[in-house]
Protein backbone atom coordinates (compact mmCIF):
# COMPACT_ATOMS: atom_id res chain seq x y z
CA UNK A 1 0.00 0.00 0.00
CA UNK A 2 0.99 3.34 -0.81
CA UNK A 3 0.82 5.91 1.99
CA UNK A 4 -0.10 9.22 0.75
CA UNK A 5 1.45 12.27 2.34
CA UNK A 6 -1.10 15.36 3.27
CA UNK A 7 0.23 18.28 2.95
CA UNK A 8 1.29 20.77 5.96
CA UNK A 9 -1.68 22.52 7.00
CA UNK A 10 -1.36 26.64 7.97
CA UNK A 11 -0.80 25.66 11.49
CA UNK A 12 2.47 23.55 10.67
CA UNK A 13 4.73 26.02 9.46
CA UNK A 14 7.61 24.38 7.69
CA UNK A 15 11.24 26.97 8.00
CA UNK A 16 13.42 25.57 4.93
CA UNK A 17 16.66 27.33 6.47
CA UNK A 18 17.06 29.52 9.91
CA UNK A 19 15.46 32.60 10.39
CA UNK A 20 14.68 35.35 12.88
CA UNK A 21 11.09 36.89 13.25
CA UNK A 22 10.88 40.28 14.45
CA UNK A 23 7.79 41.47 15.83
CA UNK A 24 6.87 45.38 15.70
CA UNK A 25 3.25 46.63 16.62
CA UNK A 26 1.96 49.99 18.53
CA UNK A 27 1.38 49.60 22.33
CA UNK A 28 -1.23 47.28 23.08
CA UNK A 29 -0.95 45.46 19.94
CA UNK A 30 0.01 41.82 21.14
CA UNK A 31 3.35 41.55 20.47
CA UNK A 32 4.65 39.83 23.14
CA UNK A 33 1.51 37.24 23.40
CA UNK A 34 1.99 36.58 20.02
CA UNK A 35 6.04 36.41 19.85
CA UNK A 36 5.36 33.88 22.37
CA UNK A 37 2.48 31.60 21.06
CA UNK A 38 4.87 31.67 17.78
CA UNK A 39 7.94 30.81 19.59
CA UNK A 40 6.52 27.68 21.23
CA UNK A 41 4.98 26.68 17.83
CA UNK A 42 8.39 26.80 16.23
CA UNK A 43 10.67 25.99 19.10
CA UNK A 44 12.39 28.68 18.93
CA UNK A 45 14.18 30.89 21.54
CA UNK A 46 12.00 34.23 22.39
CA UNK A 47 13.67 37.56 22.94
CA UNK A 48 11.97 40.14 24.32
CA UNK A 49 13.76 43.75 24.18
CA UNK A 50 12.70 45.31 26.60
CA UNK A 51 13.48 42.41 29.22
CA UNK A 52 16.61 42.77 28.10
CA UNK A 53 16.24 45.96 28.82
CA UNK A 54 14.72 46.23 32.20
CA UNK A 55 17.50 43.37 33.41
CA UNK A 56 20.26 45.74 33.00
CA UNK A 57 18.06 48.24 34.72
CA UNK A 58 17.42 46.06 37.60
CA UNK A 59 20.62 44.22 37.86
CA UNK A 60 23.50 46.15 36.11
CA UNK A 61 24.97 48.88 38.48
CA UNK A 62 27.18 50.45 35.80
CA UNK A 63 27.03 52.83 32.80
CA UNK A 64 24.61 50.90 30.72
CA UNK A 65 22.26 50.04 33.74
CA UNK A 66 21.89 53.48 34.47
CA UNK A 67 21.32 54.77 30.90
CA UNK A 68 18.36 51.94 30.88
CA UNK A 69 17.33 53.48 34.10
CA UNK A 70 16.95 56.85 32.53
CA UNK A 71 15.23 55.35 30.03
CA UNK A 72 12.49 53.73 31.72
CA UNK A 73 11.78 56.86 33.78
CA UNK A 74 11.72 59.53 30.58
CA UNK A 75 9.39 57.09 28.81
CA UNK A 76 12.13 57.24 26.00
CA UNK A 77 14.02 54.93 23.94
CA UNK A 78 17.61 53.76 24.74
CA UNK A 79 20.52 54.89 22.79
CA UNK A 80 20.70 52.52 19.32
CA UNK A 81 24.19 51.64 19.79
CA UNK A 82 23.17 50.37 23.71
CA UNK A 83 20.31 48.63 22.15
CA UNK A 84 22.58 47.25 19.41
CA UNK A 85 25.33 45.48 22.19
CA UNK A 86 22.53 44.74 24.31
CA UNK A 87 20.55 42.44 22.01
CA UNK A 88 23.66 41.53 19.91
CA UNK A 89 24.96 40.01 23.19
CA UNK A 90 22.13 38.25 23.75
CA UNK A 91 21.80 36.87 20.40
CA UNK A 92 25.31 35.75 20.06
CA UNK A 93 24.36 32.54 22.71
CA UNK A 94 23.78 29.23 21.15
CA UNK A 95 20.29 28.59 21.39
CA UNK A 96 19.72 31.33 18.82
CA UNK A 97 21.77 29.31 15.61
CA UNK A 98 18.37 27.34 14.70
CA UNK A 99 16.50 31.13 14.74
CA UNK A 100 14.65 33.50 17.34
CA UNK A 101 11.88 35.07 17.57
CA UNK A 102 12.41 38.98 18.75
CA UNK A 103 9.87 41.16 20.04
CA UNK A 104 10.43 44.71 20.66
CA UNK A 105 13.39 45.10 17.86
CA UNK A 106 13.43 47.72 15.05
CA UNK A 107 11.89 50.60 16.57
CA UNK A 108 13.63 53.40 15.14
CA UNK A 109 14.94 54.29 11.81
CA UNK A 110 18.75 53.69 13.25
CA UNK A 111 17.87 50.38 15.35
CA UNK A 112 16.39 49.07 12.01
CA UNK A 113 18.82 50.36 9.37
CA UNK A 114 21.38 49.08 11.98
CA UNK A 115 19.70 45.59 12.49
CA UNK A 116 21.90 43.89 9.98
CA UNK A 117 24.93 45.32 12.25
CA UNK A 118 23.29 43.52 14.96
CA UNK A 119 23.08 40.18 13.63
CA UNK A 120 26.77 40.25 12.01
CA UNK A 121 27.89 41.16 15.72
CA UNK A 122 26.15 38.17 17.78
CA UNK A 123 27.42 35.88 13.84
CA UNK A 124 23.94 35.75 13.08
CA UNK A 125 24.28 36.89 9.77
CA UNK A 126 22.73 33.82 7.84
CA UNK A 127 20.03 34.13 9.54
CA UNK A 128 16.79 34.90 7.17
CA UNK A 129 15.01 38.07 8.08
CA UNK A 130 11.41 38.40 8.55
CA UNK A 131 9.32 41.03 9.76
CA UNK A 132 6.29 40.81 11.53
CA UNK A 133 3.96 43.95 11.88
CA UNK A 134 0.98 44.10 13.65
CA UNK A 135 -1.67 46.70 12.99
CA UNK A 136 -3.55 48.22 15.34
CA UNK A 137 -6.06 51.64 15.73
CA UNK A 138 -3.93 53.90 18.14
CA UNK A 139 -7.84 54.07 19.84
CA UNK A 140 -7.78 50.65 20.36
CA UNK A 141 -4.12 50.15 21.70
CA UNK A 142 -5.20 53.21 24.18
CA UNK A 143 -8.61 50.78 24.98
CA UNK A 144 -6.37 47.32 25.70
CA UNK A 145 -3.73 49.34 27.46
CA UNK A 146 -6.39 50.94 30.19
CA UNK A 147 -7.06 47.09 30.96
CA UNK A 148 -3.14 46.04 31.60
CA UNK A 149 -1.37 46.45 34.80
CA UNK A 150 2.00 46.83 33.68
CA UNK A 151 3.57 50.03 36.33
CA UNK A 152 5.29 51.54 33.25
CA UNK A 153 1.76 51.84 31.74
CA UNK A 154 0.28 55.43 32.73
CA UNK A 155 -2.06 57.50 30.30
CA UNK A 156 1.59 60.12 29.55
CA UNK A 157 3.58 56.77 29.22
CA UNK A 158 1.58 54.39 27.24
CA UNK A 159 0.81 57.80 24.67
CA UNK A 160 4.58 58.63 24.59
CA UNK A 161 5.64 55.23 23.60
CA UNK A 162 3.18 55.19 20.71
CA UNK A 163 4.40 58.70 19.56
CA UNK A 164 7.58 57.35 18.99
CA UNK A 165 6.50 54.15 18.06
CA UNK A 166 4.49 56.13 14.67
CA UNK A 167 7.82 58.69 13.87
CA UNK A 168 9.37 57.53 11.08
CA UNK A 169 6.98 54.82 10.58
CA UNK A 170 7.04 54.74 7.15
CA UNK A 171 10.61 55.14 6.64
CA UNK A 172 11.37 52.00 8.83
CA UNK A 173 8.76 49.70 7.01
CA UNK A 174 10.07 50.85 3.56
CA UNK A 175 13.56 49.89 4.63
CA UNK A 176 11.86 46.50 6.15
CA UNK A 177 10.15 45.71 2.55
CA UNK A 178 12.93 46.52 0.87
CA UNK A 179 16.00 43.93 2.51
CA UNK A 180 13.69 41.42 4.40
CA UNK A 181 9.89 39.50 4.01
CA UNK A 182 7.53 41.72 5.54
CA UNK A 183 4.39 40.44 6.91
CA UNK A 184 1.33 42.63 7.55
CA UNK A 185 -1.33 41.40 10.28
CA UNK A 186 -4.60 42.66 11.59
CA UNK A 187 -4.03 42.95 15.57
CA UNK A 188 -7.26 43.92 16.17
CA UNK A 189 -9.36 40.41 16.37
CA UNK A 190 -8.61 37.62 19.23
CA UNK A 191 -5.09 36.32 20.14
CA UNK A 192 -5.91 32.70 18.08
CA UNK A 193 -7.41 34.60 15.01
CA UNK A 194 -4.11 36.79 14.87
CA UNK A 195 -1.81 33.52 15.60
CA UNK A 196 -3.33 31.80 12.57
CA UNK A 197 -3.13 34.46 10.46
CA UNK A 198 0.98 34.66 11.27
CA UNK A 199 1.63 30.98 10.78
CA UNK A 200 -0.85 31.25 7.14
CA UNK A 201 1.39 34.05 5.89
CA UNK A 202 4.44 32.24 6.93
CA UNK A 203 3.64 28.97 5.08
CA UNK A 204 2.35 31.67 2.23
CA UNK A 205 6.42 32.86 1.52
Known sequence: MVEIQKAPRSSETPREKPSVFVLIGPEG???TTEATLLAEKLNLPLI???????????????????????????HAYL????????????LSKEDTLSGFVLDG?????????????TLKLADRSDLTVKIISLRLAGWKSME???TRQREDDSVEGSLSRLSRF???????????KKNWNF??????????EVHADILSKINSQ
Open 183 to 192: IQVDAGRSID
Open 105 to 117: GDRTVEETEHFPE
Open 166 to 176: YYHLGERATFM
Open 48 to 74: VVGDLLRDRAENDPGEIGQACRDMFAA
Open 79 to 90: DPSLVRKIVAER
Open 29 to 31: SGK
Open 144 to 146: RLS
